[in-house]
């Protein structure tokens, strides 16, 4: 993974098994399926996920602890913001976002699913090519 080997923390996993809702390849490593979902997700240089949308009756939400490389995030409305490792993103539920790789360097967060009544993922359009380009 050129550079971003020296920061790896956990193991890269396998492919994404949501794959589907990602533009590019990207890996999921599961470190914890209990009380709190934490997922380390490695994303090659150009991949993001699409749009999507936490929900939750009550709590919910998503937290990224960025770790390796440089990548972006964005929220309906907003400018995208640029990502780097140190970096932490609390996305409330109900917002609709996206994160990624930015185009040239390999990326890796740990996503941590906020506890919550009723949480759901919805997964949306994906990322026009246009506008990630443009970033």
């Keep these: 993974m050129n550079d971003l080997s020296k920061s790896v923390i956990f193991d890269i996993g396998e492919k994404n098994p949501f794959g589907q809702y990602f533009k590019g390849q990207s890996y999921l490593n599961m ?9 380390n997700v490695t994303f090659e240089p150009g991949c993001r996920n699409n749009w999507h949308i936490h ?30 490792a140190g970096d932490v993103v609390h996305i409330p539920a ?12 390999w990326f890796v967060h740990l996503s941590l699913e906020v506890p919550g009544e009723n949480t759901s993922n919805e ?6 090519d246009d506008d990630y380009m443009n970033l």
Excluded: F, M, R
Excluded at 31 to 39: A, C, D, F, K, Y
Excluded at 94 to 105: I, P, R
Excluded at 123 to 128: C, F, I, N, R, Y
């Design 31 to 39: 470190l914890s399926t209990e009380g709190i979902s934490v997922g």
């Design 94 to 105: 109900g917002v609709k976002h996206w994160h990624g790789a930015a185009k040239d360097s």
């Design 55 to 84: 929900h939750a009756d009550k709590g919910g939400g998503q937290i990224l602890l960025c770790t390796g490389g440089n990548g972006w995030y964005q929220e309906w409305g907003k400018e995208a913001q640029p990502l780097k």
């Design 123 to 128: 997964w949306l359009e994906p990322v026009s």
